[in-house]
């Protein structure tokens, strides 16, 4: 298994929990943004900037993955493509993407993007917090146990 990091818009709360894991159970993990972003030093981290073009860096992950890897991600459209791919995705706030509830996520996602393109406006998510940070490790961690041999 790899660990993918959709690295654009990655929690900086997140890092050090990620880092901890990647050390611990020498997980190779690739990190892709069309910016420079840092998780940490790792011999198990590779980095790739990808150029700025819209879902550029979605596309890259999505080339790369294989079955049974693991891609921590909030873009809703991009774990539906690592589900499709037979691969696990995990969000920020440690919601575990499956076969079972992909479609009701994206289906709410696209029905709040056609209301915000109308012109209404909506609250966007909560600011990312501790609780949110913990959750996420809680979710990472179960997996890991689970999946990570």
């Known amino acids: 298994m790899k660990l993918f990091i959709d690295g654009d818009a990655f929690p900086n709360l997140l890092k ?6 990647i050390e611990k159970q020498k997980i190779d993990t690739i990190v892709i ?7 940490g030093t790792s011999n198990y981290i590779k980095y790739i900037i990808v150029d700025t073009k ?26 539906d493509r690592t589900i499709q791919k037979n ?17 009701q996520y994206l289906a ?3 029905l709040m ?6 012109g209404e406006m909506t609250k966007g998510p909560a600011p990312f917090s501790q609780k949110d940070a913990q ?4 979710s990472f961690n179960a997996f890991l146990q689970k999946n990570y041999k």
């Open 16 to 21: 050090p929990i990620v880092l901890r894991a």
């Open 87 to 103: 691969a696990h995705a995990i969000d920020h706030r440690g919601a575990t993407y499956t076969p079972d509830n992909i479609k």
């Open 113 to 118: 993007q056609e209301i915000r393109d109308s």
């Open 135 to 138: 959750q996420f490790a809680n």
């Open 108 to 110: 709410i996602r696209n």
């Open 54 to 79: 819209q879902d550029e860096a979605d596309d890259k992950i999505v080339e790369m993955l294989q079955e049974n890897d693991l891609v921590i991600t909030a873009d809703i459209p991009l774990a």
């Open 33 to 39: 943004a069309n910016k420079k972003i840092n998780i």
